[in-house]
């Protein structure tokens, strides 16, 4: 092993290791991965002219079998989609500018993919975009994916699409069939993309709820096509019924990353009702996390999380050890877990902080009074230490130099030994 390789796993056996409670009690369910396409928590429960932006979602958090995650944070950088398909792939951190994706498609890497071929499950993605868009097409066989439907594997036209690609209605309805030809039990990505800046809709039977009026455009519209990929996953979510692919299947689904950026903070000050500060800006990072599947008992867990800590949850929520595996993140689920969320702009959240990296101001994260003196000094250079080592761990390509202490991935072609 390599020496800087050492010095992550020190750093790392040197942080609280959360108890698992719900390791396994998932275990042989399919998965089904929603990426929701710049879709962050403000949008939960929001109201435009009384009308909800995300009705389907509203309710499927309050189901009786939905985990919801309130106080979770979005980790990606330049690379955006594919940073948070990074981090949710690898519980590693990206890359502090380009698209890790891009830069380091190269790289060993231990993806949950190919974690999973070795408990039988077959891994795809399913996207309305071109392939080779984030270097997906080279980076997907280094996670372990076995197939990749990308546009061409979808009758993409001019009337069904819009912005970058197949409207997500369609792009649902076109991946039924490919779903109930994969083999179970099934790990599966869907990257939705109607919802993308600038967020347009081209048909008028696609808009279901006003505009906002605040006079910024790319704000206005944001709910409209929130609203249609709402309606999206409530179709997806019957259809899954209709063909027997729901009851054996966890759906988790996940903002990818911020859609509203800061050049639009006049207008969110009108949607929020208050000041964007450098404190609402970070909070404003917050993306929905919901985690569904029959039989798993329902709630609301304000732990502080992020896009990092989704491969060990998931891992442990379907009873996989993956102990000699280098992890950033901690299991969402375990009760005794640090609250804490790092930044890739070097801002970082717990249960009692919002420090942001961009200003370097600290705030009490309840009353989000901002905090003077040395109160964040300590959690700053914790979340300064740990984008260093994953850094480190990524540029370095320090993965091929872990070794498999018990059975070599064999199945996997990807991965050379
Ligand atoms: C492109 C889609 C959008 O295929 O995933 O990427 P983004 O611009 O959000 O990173
Ligand atoms: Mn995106």
Redesign the pocket.
Known sequence: ESDELTEVRNYLSSQKDPKSENFGALEGKNVVLI?M??LQNFAIDYKVNGKEVTPFLNDLIDDKNSVYFNNFYHN?GQ??????EFLLANSLYPLPRG?VFTTNAGNEFNGTPEILKEKGYTSAVF????DS??N?DVMYPALGYDRFFSKKDYDVTPENSVN??LKDMEFFEQSMPMIKSLEKPYYTKF?T?TH??PFVLNDEEDVMIDQTQTGDGTVDRYFQTARYMDEAFKKFFEDMKANGEYEDTVFIMYG??YGISENHNRAMSEIMGTEIRPFEHTQLQRVPLIIHSPGLEGKTVDTVGSQVDLKPTILNLLGVKNENDIQFGTDLLAKDREDLAILRDGSVITDKYVYDGDSEKCYNKATGQEVEGSECDDIAQKGQTELNLSDKLVYGDLLRFLEDEEEPLTNSPNKEK
């Open positions: 990426s396409e710049s990606t690379g955006k989609t594919s940073d948070s698209a996207h309305g975009n071109n868009f984030w997906r970058y690609g990257i993309l993308h800046y990818d990353h």
